[in-house]
């Protein structure tokens, strides 16, 4: 009983996983991904890809913000200083992701390489 309870319980939790649970993407992937739709022009509009990187990214812009706020509450050091606006439109975040040397930017996930972005943009 105990055992199907259990696979039971694991079940739902799998499908009732939430959105951010999904694994971040490479920022190297990210930004090709983003080049090339950039390449196809309107056509970008179509493409899969573009959902999939608008979320990744918004998820990401989402958790350091989050994360930026909580540290501004506790009165630790930041990392970075955004104006009072949203931070990091499309354009910024790539020429900022085109700006980290390519072997940093294949170490690294969506959520890291905007944190760099940020830092590097937004210094206090």
Not at 12 to 33: C, H, S, T
Not at 51 to 79: F, I, N, S, W
Not at 88 to 112: F, M, S, V, Y
Request: hydrophobic fraction near 45%.
């Amino acid at each position: 009983m105990r055992r199907h309870l259990l696979v039971v319980t694991l079940l739902i939790a799998g499908f009732a996983a939430p959105a951010w649970a999904a694994p971040r993407m490479n920022a190297a992937i990210f930004l090709a991904k983003a080049d090339s739709l950039r390449r196809r022009g309107p056509l970008a509009l179509f493409s899969s890809d573009l959902k999939v990187l608008q979320a990744q990214a918004e998820t990401a812009g989402d958790e350091l913000k989050a994360e930026h706020d909580a540290a501004k509450r506790a009165g630790r050091p930041l990392t970075y200083c955004p104006p009072n606006r949203k931070i990091l439109g499309p354009q910024e975040l790539l020429d900022g992701l085109h700006r980290i040397p390519a072997p940093e930017l294949a170490r690294l996930d969506i959520k890291q390489a905007m944190h760099v972005v940020l830092v590097r943009n937004y210094p206090c």
